[in-house]
Nanobody, 130 residues
């Protein structure tokens, strides 16, 4: 499975962006059973969980720092395309954002550990100016 992340860019504080993650390859069964998550990594910091859709597609989870501002969504049950709508952006949201997929773990929650995800996109840079 290959992942292509896009949608990053430069935005002023208070602005918004929508990131997209497109999956290709694999089989429908495998993709449909995946959990999908967005992580981010700022310079000099560890990669951190931002938001996720569970394997069942019925549970969404968010980091406390983005709750109420970011929304993860998908338009298909296979979660081939997953979006991250980011509103009210802050300078501390500046990072490279990565999408990731895994078929591990429970059906109705997301792991927040990067090592539990084995497919990764190339990352898209989000820069929020003050």
């Amino acid at each position: 499975v290959q992942l292509q992340a896009s949608g990053g860019g430069l935005v002023q504080a208070g602005g918004y962006l929508r990131l997209s993650c497109e999956a290709s390859g694999g089989t429908f069964r495998i993709i449909n059973d995946d959990a999908v998550a967005w992580f981010r990594q700022a310079p000099g910091k560890e990669r951190e969980f931002v938001a996720g859709i569970s394997r069942s597609g019925r549970a969404l989870s968010y980091a406390d720092s983005v709750k109420g501002r970011f929304t993860i969504s998908t338009r298909d049950t296979a979660k081939k395309t997953v979006y991250l709508q980011m509103n009210s952006l802050k300078p501390e949201d500046t990072a490279v954002y990565y999408c990731a997929r895994t078929a591990r773990g429970p059906q109705n929650s997301n792991s927040k550990r990067a090592l539990d995800y084995y497919y990764w996109g190339q990352g898209t840079l989000v820069t929020v100016s003050s």
